[in-house]
Nanobody, 122 residues
Framework: QVQLVESGGGSVQAGGSLRLSCVASGGVDSTYCMMWFRQAPGKERAGVAYIDQHGNPGYADAVTGRFTISKDNAKNTLYLQMNSLKPEDTATYYC????????????????WGQGTRVTVSS
């Protein structure tokens, strides 16, 4: 079974930076689409960024220019570098592995991590 373990969350002031990591196991390989989602209390889960099997990234409008997604296939690890953080970035961030094409609204062929909390204070 696929297992995804996020880490790197914490509390920072607005304008600060965090780097999230997601270690994948259980058959996840470079052909997967890897994604970051986030969910704030009372809000729906929203896509943040993706990186496809070719290494091509994509970002939600809210984070474009501030966040960078990357992966290290040799280490089976996905990263999300978050710079210029804003209070509205406060959420639990989830790693997702899609054994199919990247999509902002995955339904099938998707595995989720436990999540890591990010709090940005003003």
């Amino acid at each position: 079974q696929v297992q995804l373990v996020e880490s790197g969350g914490g509390s920072v002031q607005a304008g600060g930076s965090l780097r999230l990591s997601c270690v994948a196991s259980g058959g996840v390989d470079s052909t997967y689409c890897m994604m970051w989602f986030r969910q704030a209390p009372g809000k729906e889960r929203a896509g943040v960024a993706y990186i496809d099997q070719h290494g091509n990234p994509g970002y939600a409008d809210a984070v474009t220019g501030r966040f960078t997604i990357s992966k290290d296939n040799a280490k089976n690890t996905l990263y999300l570098q978050m710079n210029s953080l804003k209070p509205e970035d406060t959420a639990t961030y989830y790693c997702a592995a899609l054994n199919f094409l990247c999509t902002w609204r995955p339904k099938d062929n998707v595995s989720w991590g436990q999540g890591t909390r990010v709090t940005v204070s003003s």
